[in-house]
């Protein structure tokens, strides 16, 4: 019995789908909140709990895309798949891609939850992943998805694609302006 269409299938695709738009609104939030100014409306503390916050319910999000993705039997999606990289007999690229940014995204809750006994340092250096995490997770869905190429849902990954890369090179604008002295001194 074919369970394309099946509840598990849509839920999986939907959690997906959600969880990666979360994500992208955590990677906004913590480019803009880096960045030292603050956003119009909302407190430097406020910015850094929605932050936080947005990226639990992108991980409980992730946890629903992942767990019904191995319950749903129409594909051979195993737990250990979604853990280790480039293992499954199902697409093992794009499913691998999938658990690169799964590793990517428990090891910066791991390094967040123990940030006071590591050091800011060391957690900042890991948190860089994140930059690394994101276009993963986003390439994974496009590969990976069967309707992330067409309608709604691409239009969903180009905006997501562009607001990131938008911020991303705001952001380092600011540091190419704060390493020029005489730009430096203007903000």
Do not use: K
Not at 56 to 68: D, E, K, N, R, W
Not at 76 to 85: E, G, H, K, S
Not at 105 to 113: E, G, N, R
């Amino acid at each position: 019995m074919s369970t394309v269409g099946s509840p598990l299938w849509y839920t999986s695709r939907a959690a997906g789908v959600i969880s990666l738009v979360l994500l992208t609104f955590v990677v906004l939030l913590g480019v803009l909140h880096r960045s030292g100014r603050a956003l119009p409306g909302l407190q430097r503390f406020v910015v850094a709990g929605l932050h936080r916050n947005l990226s639990l319910l992108a991980l409980a999000f992730l946890a629903v895309h992942i767990g019904t993705a191995v319950l749903d039997s129409y594909v051979p999606i195993r737990l250990i798949d979604a853990v280790v990289p480039f293992v499954s007999a199902y697409h093992p690229f794009w499913v691998g891609l999938g658990a690169l940014t799964l590793d990517l995204l428990i090891a910066l809750v791991a390094t967040s939850l123990l940030r006071h006994r590591i050091g800011r340092r060391y957690w900042r250096a890991v948190h860089w992943a994140a930059y690394a995490a994101w276009p993963i997770a986003l390439t994974h869905g496009l590969g990976l998805g069967t309707d992330s190429r067409h309608g709604w849902l691409l239009v969903v990954m180009i905006c997501s694609g562009l607001a990131v890369s938008a911020a991303t090179a705001w952001r380092l604008s600011l540091a190419d302006a704060n390493s020029v002295p005489e730009l430096a001194g203007r903000r």
